[in-house]
């Protein structure tokens, strides 16, 4: 470890506890689109984005002048006392863009654990009712309520005791792994309504009690695992069928990361609510929850908000986020990337066994990797072992998936051709290396 980063680690190591978890044991002094220096001068290829923060790259310049903007205005009246426009503009601009049904409102918090927080308070006391689903291999957060909706139990929940109550856990179409044992077609036919009306609300609790089914559209810290064409429509169908809040997170998909806007336009379904963060604050903290208006208001005066919730601030760096995305036509190129790298990826998936599938939207694309295709047995210190070879030639990547064994990439939106050349290149080697 050199100099530096050495100096640091000591310090962080005493100061800041071990449960706070660093991928990759680096400190960084700057950051410009996909590029991230260290404090000891070396150099970075971004496919992490701050874990899908950085759509429209680090700092970008549009995202830095209204923040620089911003801070020479006001910076903290708080949206209780007293009220600011880059608020209202935001909530309309996110009322026009967020597939929900009908007129829309949006309101702020911090995060898109407190998004879900909220999203799931709204669901309830809309519907008068307490449960709610979730799924398997879910990830909404890390407070009590969202890490009860999380699935994977280490590192998230273990010996955290009693979890929230009234949530239930649905299986998810896993299709690589399918929960029901099931082959196509007869999957088909099964992991949707029929599930749900012959299984779940018979096993697991009444359709009637149920106040929100919550889900990612292509889920992100689970694995990237990716539904299949119609599965969404069959969830919104159930929700109609028992006047259940569909509620939909994109706080990892949304903002152009699957190549559309939202991973939902994919699907061509539209949500009650759809919570959002990550790269909608261009990297400064902002969740928003988007949803039917009727379904917003139902919630007394002051019954919603938070002290920082909305801060001026991000406000201003998301609208700069969502300007940039439409100017600099984010969205097509984020589609490109993704066929370029899938492309890419599919190839590594020809040449290497440890690759069991690849799977993902857009760019927004993650490997399976397995010690076997046949056993299809998880490999787990695999993905450890190839992060930490990219990190020492030059590319920031992250692993995910409930069984630990999954790569991902989550590279800026504006990343160079050449950037993305050189990442696959350090990507395959590391595959090469940890194959043999
Ligand atoms: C889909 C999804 N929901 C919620 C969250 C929680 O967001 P935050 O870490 O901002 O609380 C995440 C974070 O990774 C996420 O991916």
Redesign the pocket.
Known sequence: MADITARLTERRNRAVPRGVANIHPLFITRAEGALLTDVDGREYIDFAGG??VNNVGHRHPKVVAAIREQLDAYLHPCFHVMMYEPYIQLAERLNQLIPCRGEKKTMFVN??????ENAIKIARYHTRRPGVVCFDN??????YL?MSLTSKVRPYKLHLGATAPAVYRAHFPYCYRCPWGLAFPQCKVYCGETYFEEDFFKHHIDADEVAAIIL?PI???GGFITPPPGYLAQVRKVCDQHGIVMIV?????GFGRTGKMFALHHFDVEADIV?S??SLGGGL?L?AVTGTDRVLDAVHTGGLGGTFAGNPLACRAALAVLAVLESEGLLEKAEKLGQDVRKELLAFHHRYAIIGEVRGLGPMLALELVTDRTSKKPAADAAKKLTAYCREHGLIIVDCGTLGNNIRTLMPLTITAEQVAKGLRILEGGLKQIAT
């Open positions: 874990i899908g995060s898109g654990a407190e998004a879900v879910a990830f909404h957060g890390r407070t969202t990612e889920q992100g810290e997170d994109e706080v990892q998909s919570t963060a990550k903290p969740g």
